[in-house]
């Protein structure tokens, strides 16, 4: 109660959304969709360094040597191997704190072909403070788990996606 159902636009705020709508009305092409965040491929390129360097330490500390595979295009970027195992390890590094990551189609694959031999280590603050997340297959209570916090869940979300050739 006490609240109209109407927006008068006189605002100063209102002014560019004014002038959209007036553009629109006249059959001018509008966009009204927000701008996509600007990449930058030196800092992105300094997150992934710092998440290879991370989770590489980590691995050789517990007795691992540590091979990076990144360029051969095997669906993870390193294998650990120590006297008793042998791990696939995708690394996902990330500059703020959120824990969300996407898997390419090839990476995804290899998730799920190999998962008792495989690792996504995820680095969140990767360029100010590391943080490292291990997700590992548990035969145990046969779901994904993070090492070292029993909190912790793993929701993957499979996404399906498609190349599309036009052929003229």
Do not use: H
């Given at each position: 109660?006490?609240?109209?159902?109407?927006?008068?636009?006189?605002?100063?705020?209102?002014?560019?959304?004014?002038?959209?709508?007036?553009?629109?009305?006249?059959?001018?092409?509008?966009?009204?969709?927000?701008?996509?965040?600007?990449t930058?491929?030196?800092?992105?390129?300094?997150?992934?360094?710092?998440?290879?360097?991370?989770?590489?330490k980590?691995?050789?500390?517990?007795?691992?040597?540590?091979?990076?595979?990144?360029?051969?295009?095997?669906?993870?970027?390193?294998?650990?191997?120590?006297?008793?195992?042998?791990?696939?390890?995708?690394?996902?590094?990330?500059?703020g704190?959120?824990?969300?990551?996407?898997?390419?189609?090839?990476?995804?694959?290899?998730?799920?072909?190999?998962?008792?031999?495989?690792?996504?280590?995820?680095?969140t603050s990767?360029?100010?403070?590391?943080?490292?997340?291990?997700?590992?297959?548990?035969?145990?209570?046969?779901?994904?788990?993070?090492?070292?916090?029993?909190?912790?869940?793993?929701?993957?979300?499979?996404?399906?996606?498609?190349?599309?050739?036009?052929?003229?």
């Amino acid at each position: 109660m006490g609240q109209a159902n109407v927006w008068y636009a006189d605002t100063p705020e209102a002014k560019p959304l004014i002038k959209k709508v007036k553009s629109f009305l006249k059959g001018k092409p509008v966009n009204v969709l927000p701008k996509a965040k600007k990449t930058d491929p030196e800092k992105n390129a300094r997150v992934e360094k710092s998440a290879i360097k991370t989770t590489t330490k980590y691995f050789q500390n517990i007795g691992y040597t540590v091979d990076s595979v990144e360029k051969d295009n095997v669906g993870w970027d390193l294998e650990a191997v120590s006297k008793k195992n042998k791990l696939v390890i995708e690394v996902k590094g990330l500059s703020g704190t959120a824990v969300t990551v996407g898997l390419s189609p090839n990476e995804y694959v290899a998730f799920l072909k190999n998962s008792n031999n495989y690792r996504l280590c995820i680095v969140t603050s990767a360029l100010n403070n590391p943080t490292l997340f291990i997700c590992r297959y548990s035969s145990e209570s046969d779901k994904w788990v993070v090492e070292g916090n029993k909190k912790a869940k793993l929701d993957i979300k499979p996404k399906q996606s498609a190349i599309i050739t036009v052929r003229i």
